[in-house]
C-alpha cells in the first residue's frame, strides 16, 4: 500500500459519511496530498547518487470557502499530512532539510476546488552546541553586524564565526548540503564601520554570494550568502 493510499484509508477514520458530503466540489484532501507528493518529486535536487534533497515546508494556498472547510477537520488534517509525506519521501530515498510543516492558507484569487503549494527548504539552525540562538534586542542592537537567517537576526562580533554542519562549528546548520567546516565568516571592526569578510574552508558544495561562487569575498551591506541550500543577509548595523 503506497503512502497515498494509507493516507486516504486514515483520513476516513477522522470525516464522516455526512461531512465528507460537503466536499464534492471542493479541493479533497487527497487532491492536496497527492500534490504535496508531486511537489517533493519535483522539486528533488541530487546529493549524490543514492540521496536526493526535498523541500521541508510547505504552504498550500486555497479559497477561502475551501479553506473554511479543510479548516474543520482541525490538527487531524495537517498531522496526516505530514505523515503520508514522510512516508512517501522514505520510500523514494529523498532527504529533508529540517521538521517537515504544512500550512493551509486562504487566498481571494483561487475560486472553490483550486489550489496551490508553494515550497522551500527551511534548515534547521543552532549554536554548535545545538541550542538555539536567543540573542536579545540589546545584543542584536550592539552587534557590529547581523547575519539574518530563516528570519531570525544572529549578531555577529569580531573575530567572527565558522559555519558549518558539525558541533564545532559556531553556527551549526542542519543541512545535508552544508559541509562540516563550510565557510567563515570574519568580522574586522575599523573606524569606518566593520569590515566583513566570506571565506570558504574547502567546502564540497562552495559558497555562493550574491549568485556567484567565490573562494573569499568581502560582503557589503545587503549580500546574500547562500551555503547548501541555505540562505544569509548580512546587514551592517546602522547602514542606509
Not at 477561502?64 to 503520508?84: F, T
Not at 475560486?111 to 538555539?132: A, I, K, L
Not at 565558522?162 to 548540503?177: E, F, K, N, Q
Not at 567563515?184 to 571592526?189: A, G, L, M, P, S
Amino acid at each position: 500500500m503506497s503512502a497515498l493510499q494509507r493516507f486516504e484509508s486514515k483520513l476516513e477514520e477522522v470525516i464522516s459519511t455526512v461531512f465528507a458530503r460537503t466536499f464534492r466540489s471542493a479541493v479533497q484532501p487527497v487532491e492536496i496530498a497527492a500534490a504535496l507528493n508531486r511537489e517533493v518529486d519535483n522539486s528533488a535536487q541530487i546529493l549524490s547518487r543514492d540521496r536526493r534533497l526535498v523541500p521541508n515546508d510547505f504552504h498550500v494556498e486555497l479559497s477561502p470557502s475551501d479553506h473554511e472547510r479543510l479548516s474543520q477537520l482541525g490538527p487531524q488534517l495537517i498531522y496526516e499530512l505530514v505523515e503520508m509525506l514522510q512516508d512517501h519521501v522514505t520510500q523514494q530515498s529523498y532527504v529533508f532539510t529540517g521538521p517537515v510543516h504544512i500550512t493551509l492558507e486562504p487566498t481571494d484569487d483561487l475560486t472553490t476546488g483550486r489550489f496551490r503549494v508553494r515550497s522551500r527548504s527551511v534548515s534547521t539552525v543552532t549554536q554548535g552546541d545545538g541550542e538555539p540562538f536567543r540573542p536579545s534586542d540589546t545584543q542584536v542592537r550592539r552587534a557590529s553586524a547581523v547575519l539574518v537567517v530563516n528570519g531570525e537576526e544572529l549578531p555577529l562580533s569580531a573575530p567572527g564565526i565558522v559555519v558549518g554542519r558539525s558541533s564545532d562549528a559556531d553556527l551549526r546548520i542542519d543541512d545535508p548540503g552544508v559541509s562540516r567546516r563550510h565557510v567563515e565568516i570574519r568580522v574586522v571592526d575599523t573606524p569606518a564601520g566593520p569590515k566583513v569578510s566570506v571565506h570558504d574552508l574547502g567546502s564540497t558544495n562552495g559558497v555562493i554570494v550574491n549568485g556567484k561562487r567565490v573562494e573569499q569575498a568581502t560582503l557589503a551591506d545587503g549580500a546574500v550568502l547562500r551555503v547548501g541550500n541555505t540562505t544569509m543577509t548580512l546587514r551592517h548595523q546602522g547602514a542606509g
